[in-house]
Nanobody, 119 residues
């Protein structure tokens, strides 16, 4: 079955960097675009970043553009989110997700990893 397992979340200080990792299994990883979303306490889940199947195309939320970088390693079935210049407003649970190729909807989600940025 499809599984997405995030790791790398931590408590850090403002200005620090952190790299999140998502291990994928149960499907042909290289055939699917992938994304990262986040959900802060009391807020709706929001888009963070997206990467195409071959990593030739990426897109970001305006709030993280220039600070976060999404990447993937199709040989290892992993997608990453490198986060720099972290801010307290980046505090959230970060989720890895797969985008279905036929519907273009994000159809599977990991359990999330907590990122807390202290000021």
């Amino acid at each position: 079955q499809v599984q997405l397992v995030e790791s790398g979340g931590a408590l850090v200080q403002a200005g620090d960097s952190l790299r999140l990792s998502c291990a994928a299994s149960g499907f042909a990883f290289s055939s699917y675009p992938m994304g990262w979303f986040r959900q802060a306490p009391g807020k709706e889940r929001e888009f963070v970043a997206h990467i195409s199947r071959s990593a030739g195309y990426t897109t970001y939320a305006d709030s993280v553009k220039g600070r976060f970088t999404i990447s993937r390693d199709n040989a290892k079935n992993r997608v990453y989110l490198q986060m720099t210049s972290l801010r307290p407003e980046d505090t959230a649970v970060y989720y890895c997700t797969r985008r279905a190729t036929q519907t273009a909807q994000y159809d599977y989600w990991g359990q999330g990893t907590q990122v807390t940025v202290s000021s």
